[in-house]
């Protein structure tokens, strides 16, 4: 079985964890979904697994981590250019 | 695996049977450092506190009193200089436990040289008696479980901090006591864990210590941004503090909350606490050794050498790369998980095998590398 490259971790999630570094234009195939990616994610970041209008929760867990600064889309790296925290955090 | 350890006089367990060398001011510090070196076997602690009343002396005097009571302690070689601030410390302590202790202080014996003298021998004597005491087998109520995590990865709530939580949840399960702590990493997850509080009371203590800890760092007017998430956190792909108090907060697994309790405060019966303690790794560590904590977890994704003076504290990694990396900090790597390899329930029962072996006498990565840090944890400047 070849090593699995991203982690859905709830079902509710709009984000998934990559496990392994991934190239913009890979195509992701796993547990049912296929996912385009569009930008270079480090392993260890998310990426978008369903589409942000800006201020939408980012959830993780099945719970809410933040809210997205911008739209994001599907495939799209979803870090700290793109999300805050909704608590201790001003936006800029 | 059975469970043994050092039963002490007021029914405690103790999982190691340290002979600790404690000065009660500055400036015997490098006394008590000296002593260390002369004694080998023995652990010291050193700190920077000068005996004064100053507005944090409540805790630091909790944070002190504890230790030298910790359960893995035999006996505490105590170096004061003869103050009354001490004797209040000494009677904290032994509110506690009654840990032996031998006392040496600067005012009976004149000089520093002759006060770190004095103190050897004491260590010495203390030390054979420590090597005679054996083991005796322990019931799960003896286990004090202190959970921490230190530069967290977005592997940290996936892999070592879940597995940590099922390893948790069994040891609770069995009768034993579990120490969450870190404040300000519950902060985004405290209304979850407030849900699973054994009363709707406790649950709001849940809540309250997180409002209070928030209120104090909006009225600082603190950016937090820049430093939780921290820069290597980021790096690590986290992006907001609620995303990192989401995975921390899994090292406490399912199991109900008890009680919540203040820094460096004993936990009144088994069960899983919550303790507001700072995120500072040592901090932290020295708040559990001084509520009586007799073995640590510490989930790690950037990889931290930290031990503490007197828990045995295991290092579990949340991804195979850091641990490949430095092995010489790691007791056990989590990063399976992510890799596909093993299971959550896999490693949650790895780690709690673990657990069982360090409690029973294996030594841990941070014991053999020599870490035994202790500092004190204030609130404020020190003013006076």
Sequence with gaps: ?92 | MSLTGYKRSNGEWGFRNHVLIAPLHQMLSQSARAIEEAVPGVVAISHDWSGMREKDFDRIAKTLSGILVNPNVFHTVILAIGTDIESEILSLAQAHAKTPFTIVTLKDAGSLQALTELGSKAAATALNGAKALKREPAPWSAVVLGLECGGSDAYSGITANPALGVASDKFVADGATSILGETMEILGAEHLLALRAITPEVGQQIIDVVARYEKSINYEGIDIRGAQPSRGNIEGGLSTLEEKSLGAAKKAGNAQFTGVLDYADRPPVAGLYFMDTPGHDIEQLSGFAAAGVNIAVFTTGRGTPTGSAVIPTIKVATNTEMADALPDLIDLNAGTIADGTQTLEEVGALIYDLILRVANGDETRAEIGGHHEFNLSRLYGSTL
């Design chain 1, 1 to 92: 079985m070849s090593k699995r490259q991203v982690l859905f971790l709830h079902p509710n999630d709009n984000i998934a964890v990559c496990l392994t570094d991934i190239a913009a234009g890979t195509t992701i195939s796993q547990d049912g979904k296929e996912i385009s990616i569009k930008e270079n994610i480090p392993r260890g970041h998310k990426i978008c697994t369903r589409p942000m209008a800006k201020g939408d929760g980012v959830i993780k867990y099945g719970e809410r981590m933040g809210h997205a600064t911008k739209p994001i889309e599907i495939g799209c790296h979803v870090h700290t250019h793109n999300v805050l925290g909704d608590r201790l955090s001003t936006e800029e």
